[in-house]
């Protein structure tokens, strides 16, 4: 009796670590129900106070659309793969929103949740993490409306369809990789902070939002603007949903190999720094 | 069982802290400085440098050499100034921050309370920063719900639980804090002075929520500048001065040694160099002591026990009528009672030159538990002339434990009064006499 409670005592050492850390996937499986109320609380307070509350997950892509579907539909006069454009363009809006959402909230977290860093303990890495996933609440609330203009446009969605989710993981991931790499740095030095909107707007515009991939036509060169996880991810979008061109298959296995790339070392470089954040932060 | 459930060796903790740089001579240096070093902490930046990305080159040693072991269900207060590496070695203790060098074990779940309502969110309701605040502490969501409705009685806020945060005073949003906190239960529990919220008779409910936690058997790493609460609740104490430990034994001994350790308020104050001591041409204070039963002196005393304050003076202008006084405060600054020098020998009689002492006996079963510090006057009566008057010239300790010769008895908890005399009492049973 004595004996197997023994066995079940826990045991910690506490001591100088130096160097790269392992990643800690068992300790952050023990913790996932904070992860569960992380998320929560970042779903919960996100729109409080606000008399558009979830809305404004909507608002942001939609008016976003409607100033492309102006500028670089009507009057630039973009091709957009033969879907209307502001179709092909919400669809990229979509996932794109969500992406960079979770990476300014997750690349902030750490900085912005500070009280916490500095006063109990649990794996760091769930802070950008649970960022990056409430962030999934408004693409669910935006998508619902991205499949309503589909059907509004006469665009039925074909089996494609199941390759979504796929999707979302990758610009998840991308993200989450980003933000590791960002929000680790932010903690020791603001001036990230500061990067983080320039970065996200010149991402967007390295993105395929406002203008199909298509218009790149030397095959090698489009493998190359693959490595932006995001172009796989939106050309994905467009592929699964409105059924333009051909499957993208290539190409996302560019993305996916750099996200997870990025994802990988992310966390490590969060790792090794993450035993300064309490002295620092 | 394991014979130890905290283990401390030798820990050590650095920080660095920005130092003043040595000022740029030339405008070519300054701007090179400028240029050179955001590119230089770049680098170590994404080298993964943590420290060295900021150019901090100043560091101090928050915590030198520490250990100490904790037995299990052990209860250990830890003491000491601020900035003596209290709140450090608990940050260690819970992996908050990892220690420059040493290391520490620990068998058993633990829970640490550095802070009251960490994570507690202003737009969530009190019901929803509940469940909030217990999975940041370490609660599972089905411990939470189990232990609920004990949480939302404790805090006594049942009728604004699904009202947001932003709404309470903060006087309740202690107390919703501190429940949850309080209904934690690991084995080892690590407290940073959580017990200073709320108005007094919550706070009680604190401290005796706080003696359940030990009666269990828990171990508890409780740290405090409530040096009654510490000697009522801990029976071991560990005293940090400047990252190292000073001492480390029975609660009240230690206690006594960082009252020593003060600002000259120790049990004993001598004045070796005639020219410094207090007083001027009428007379000077030599000494003031707090002694016991036998003649030593004491930082602790029991309070069932009498003791005696005594003063040590010189007087140099005889003639003079003396009036010899100690007043004495408690540390929350009030003032318990005055005692005036009432030897019949020397009423109205005025003295010669020469050396005195004037002890006076308190008796046990008197003054209430805590630090007491000591005014010590001399005056002359007719005409009225301040021979000397020091402030807070010795302090000491007063210890109580429960127990049948006390006038606690067998209460443990929170006992408050500025005097507690043990005070003859009779209750009559008049089963006879039922009419109203």
Redesign the interface.
Known sequence: M?EA??RT?????????KG?ARIGFRNLYEFR??L??LV??DI??RY??TVMGAAWAVIQPFFMMVVFSIFFGRLAKIPSDGIPYPLFTFAALVPWTMFATGLSNASNSVVS?S????????PRLLMPISAVLASVVDFVIAFTVLVLMGFYYGMAPTTAVFWLPLLVLLALVTSMGVAFWLGA?NV??RDVRYTIPFLVQFWMFATPIAYPSSLIEDTTIRMVYAINPMVGVVEGFRWALLGSGTAPGPMILVSAITAIILFVTGAF?FR??E??F???V | MATTAVRVRNVAKQFHIGGVQAPYKTLRESLSGALIAPVKRATNLIRGRATGAADLDKSFWALNDVSFDVAPGEIVGIIGRNGAGKSTLLKILSRITEPTKGYCEIQGRVGSLLEVGTGFHNELTGRENVYLNGSILGMTRAEINKRFDEIVAFSEVETFLDTPLKHYSSGMQMRLAFSVAAHLEPEILIIDEVLAVGDAAFQKKCLSKMEDVGKQGRTVLFVSHNMPAVTRLCKRCVLLGNGTVIADGPAHHVVGAYLTEGAGTSAAREWPDRSKAPGGDVGRLRAVRITNEDGKVADSVDIRRPFFVEMDYEISQGGYVLLPHFSFYNEEGIKVFVTLDQDKAWRRRPRPAGRYVSRVEIPGNFLSEGTIFVNCNLITIDPQIVVFSELQVVAFQVIDQPGADTARGDWAGELTGAVRPLLNWNTEYRPEDQEW
């Open positions: 004595a409670a023994e005592v826990k045991y910690i050492r506490i001591e100088p670590t790269w129900g904070l569960y109320f929560w609380r919960k307070v409080k106070q949740d009280n916490l860093v500095k006063k109990v303990y649990f740095m020791q030095f470089y090794r720094l035993r300064s309490a002295d620092v």
